[in-house]
């Protein structure tokens, strides 16, 4: 048991916190704009998994780095217009096209992949994001680590959520994006388009999904595998409801999250006898807990997958 | 243009808006097929032949289409009512791991043992969605979620038990459940194929959600729960009542699927065992329009889809993995279908 406390001071443990909480950083600020302004995108899981596909195919075939998280948020933009055509003016169930995407994209990633990369007895590999020296002091004790020796799109995604937050909060086009998500009728009628609103939003928060899942091959892997998201996507939708739809919640959210699962990993080689498929359910079961706890108090955007029809009530 | 209900849907309709879903999405992932540099119709040819074309492929098209029917009904019946139950691969298989546990030490005779470990494997998929629908009932939690988070939980589970409690120890190597005692094997349907009677049992399960969703007042307050859940509590139907019996039945028949699977083709439980039917469980439902008797139909065209896109990548070299592109884009297409046959395009 001291095994277990010991972790806790373990640097390296809180090092790998952040990088592990990147992913679902972008995951929870793209499923929360979405639903922010009125659509629910269960598409995450299979643009997470077109994310980390595309991206580390225009690596692979020789872009740079920053170009590849920009083709994976290109791929992830058109999987989330194609979401939105089908659910904003088609009006179609939210739920049904956002599994038919997430079903639809992964497919597609691993047909591509398999199509265009020649796949040996080992996954053929890139050279990924390294580690950064931010302001030059990655070497101080304990929190050089932790906080200033991050792969660039970790900050990438910090500085994210401090954009998110202001432009929801502070902007215009925020005070617009949540109001399409309470109320589109009173939209309408300050003389904006909520249609256009929610396409916006969804292509926004869709491409940032992507790129949270092309994190996953351009910085923590290198090397492109089926099923490496691993329901990813599903713990950032339960994470938007635990932030009450806040990106400064959610950030907190996935942090907290990125914690308890960099513990577990480590748990199971600290205490022995227990099933390893314990520890790995445990984030799964974390998730469903913080549903529960916080859905009571939930403040759901009030037209949250409620279709809005021109002129219909 | 705008949209106007339709107060009626013609026949014709109905049916020509699953096969135009279908052909529309054959076309899309001819492109795709064009793209590995192999004729469209050479590779559909072969995917038609490879799942139809003798008896054998035949057969095997029909085993793969029997848990379809199941884990198809399933969605069918929780998406009448709005309950969006994505959990249909866990529920397969707390129903595949709950028969070969018990079947592999029950010691009664087949012809009673088969029902009980059906009825054991119908609870333990309803129970396993009942804990969801309470939490969406109590707490207001999205099923979604919950459903879907629960998939990883018990897959772990499962992995859990076959490594440790439930390990065959005569399967070499592979990690693999005790099998079932042989008395409870369901029978073959064709004598020298793996098809069996669970082909006939999903097809009777068929009839009889029919005849619940149609002909008796639960069926009809499911249809009201899901077309009007505001209309339908005032009405004085009690929806958590409903979304309850609902929710039930659905994991029932999905727990239903994995007991079949295990008794009928595997024996013993694997990690591996399903090739994703809960999720294509879903696709089955939608191509049906959520009605029965298509799901039936919807999981033969699904079981031919992914039977015969294996014998179409060996001989064309195109990745199998355009089985489910092609199920995937049927149901996005299928989608769209539907909304032509429920609205009326207005200029």
Not at chain 1, 26 to 34: D, E, H, K, P
Not at chain 1, 202 to 227: D, K, R, Y
Not at chain 2, 148 to 156: A, G, Q
Request: net charge positive; aromatic share 8%; glycine share 10%.
């Amino acid at each position: 048991m001291s095994d277990a406390i010991d972790l806790l001071l373990n640097t390296s443990l809180w090092a790998s916190v952040l990088r592990i909480a990147t992913p679902l950083i972008f995951g929870v600020l793209g499923a929360l704009l979405c639903e922010r302004s009125g659509v629910l995108n269960l598409g995450i899981e299979g643009i997470m998994t077109m994310g980390a596909m595309s991206g580390w195919l225009a690596v692979y075939m020789g872009a740079p780095l920053l170009v590849g998280l920009m083709i994976a948020a290109l791929c992830g933009a058109m999987l989330g217009l194609l979401h939105a055509i089908l659910t904003v003016p088609l009006g179609l169930s939210q739920h049904v096209s956002g599994l038919g995407i997430t079903l639809f994209a992964s497919a597609l990633a691993y047909y591509l992949y398999r199509l265009l990369v020649e796949v040996g007895d080992l996954p053929p590999t890139i050279e990924p994001f390294q580690p950064l020296d931010v302001l030059g002091v990655s070497d101080i004790p304990i929190l050089g680590p932790i906080l200033f020796s991050q792969a660039l799109p970790t900050y990438l995604a910090l500085f994210a959520v401090a954009v998110m937050a202001y432009v929801l909060a502070r902007t215009p086009l925020g005070l617009a994006i949540r109001m399409t998500g309470e109320n589109p009728h009173a939209v309408e009628a300050q003389g904006l388009n909520p249609i256009r609103i929610r396409i916006g939003a969804v292509v926004v928060g869709s491409a940032l999904m992507a790129v949270g899942g092309a994190f996953l091959t351009t910085t923590a892997f290198n090397s492109f595998f089926p099923g490496m998201v691993q329901g990813r996507g599903w713990i950032c939708i339960a994470l938007v409801v635990f932030a009450s739809w806040r990106p400064g919640k959610a950030l907190i959210g996935a942090v907290l999250f990125a914690f308890f699962d960099a513990y577990q990993l480590r748990l199971q080689t600290a205490i022995e006898g227990v099933p390893y498929q314990l520890f790995l359910m445990a984030p799964y079961v974390l998730s469903i807990v913080a549903l529960v706890l916080v859905a009571r108090r939930a403040e759901v955007p009030a037209a949250l997958m409620a279709p809005y029809r021109r002129g219909e009530r | 243009m705008r949209l106007e209900r339709r107060t009626y849907v013609p026949l014709y309709l109905v049916v020509i808006a699953p096969l135009a879903a279908i052909f529309t999405a054959l076309l899309l992932a001819a492109g795709l097929i064009a793209a590995a540099g192999v004729n469209p119709l050479t590779a559909y040819g072969e995917m038609l032949t490879g799942a139809l074309g003798s008896r054998l492929s035949i057969t095997e098209m029909l085993t793969r289409a029997t848990p379809l029917i199941f884990t198809g009904l399933a969605a069918a019946v929780a998406f009448r009512a709005r309950l969006w139950n994505i959990g249909g691969e866990g529920q397969f298989f707390v129903g595949a791991l709950i028969t070969a546990w018990i079947g592999h030490s029950l010691g009664v005779p087949g012809w009673i043992g088969i029902p009980i470990l059906m009825l054991a494997g119908m609870a333990a998929g309803a129970a396993l969605l009942a804990g969801p629908a309470y939490m969406r009932l109590r707490f207001g939690v999205d099923e979604v979620v919950t459903t879907l988070l629960l998939n990883f939980i018990v897959i772990l589970f499962v992995g859990l038990m076959i490594e440790g409690p439930m390990r065959d120890p005569m399967a070499f190597g592979w990690p693999s459940s005790v099998p079932v005692g042989g008395e409870y094997r369901l029978p073959d349907l064709i004598p020298r194929t793996r098809l069996h009677i669970g082909l006939l049992i999903a097809i009777a399960a068929a009839g009889v959600v029919w005849l619940i969703l149609a002909r008796t007042v639960f069926g009809a307050e499911t249809r009201a729960a899901g077309l009007n859940a505001g209309a339908a509590a005032f009405a004085g139907i009690s929806l958590p009542k409903t979304i309850m019996g609902v929710a039930l039945l659905s994991g029932a028949l999905a727990g239903l699927a994995g007991s079949v699977e295990v008794m009928g083709v595997t024996a013993g439980v694997t990690t591996t065992m399903s090739p994703g039917f809960g999720y294509a469980g879903i696709v089955v439902a939608m191509l049906a329009a959520l009605h029965p008797a298509g799901v039936v139909a919807a999981a033969v065209f699904v079981a031919t889809v992914f039977v015969g896109a294996d014998a179409m990548s060996r001989a064309t070299g195109v990745p199998s993995f355009i089985a489910d592109v092609i199920v995937a884009l049927c149901l996005l297409t299928m989608i769209v279908a539907l909304l032509f046959t429920t609205y009326r395009v207005r200029r």
